[in-house]
């Protein structure tokens, strides 16, 4: 079933372990490399710490560990996603920044049931890219998810 009441929009494209993920373009502020984050004591186990970018401290959000994915190491394709959504700024730590894609609500179907329910509850949509499946994730539930501690 698709979801056509949605309206077309750019998609940032990254990899979370094997799978895909697309996030709001509108929601993207840059895509930079890894460093290590400035742990902060006391934080979620998601939140490996601070960065400070552009002069602006954001907190690292480790989206492996919050999709329910066992966290890795860091390697020279690791990358944080800064986004803005609301009035919150995030820095996504995520396996690699693959592309940029442009998705209609043809191209969007509703997810299917039987997905781990603690990852599909961070998902609006799900789509085919390249042939491959791509899961879109929605920002203002994980935004939700992050201020309740998941």
Known sequence: ???QDRPSEDYLIVRVGTERYALPGTAIR???RWRPPTPVP?????LP???SQR????PAVDLRQLLGLEATEPNRTTR???IHQGQIDVALLVDA???ICHLTGDDLARLPAGLDPHRA???????QHSGLPLLVIDLATLMTALQEGA
């Open 55 to 58: 002069g602006v401290v954001l």
């Open 1 to 3: 079933m698709q979801i």
């Open 49 to 51: 710490g601070i960065i």
């Open 121 to 127: 509850h961070l998902l609006s949509a799900v789509a």
């Open 97 to 99: 920044a693959l592309d």
């Open 42 to 46: 006391g934080a979620p186990h998601m």
């Open 80 to 82: 944080f996603v800064i």
């Open 30 to 32: 840059e895509v930079t």
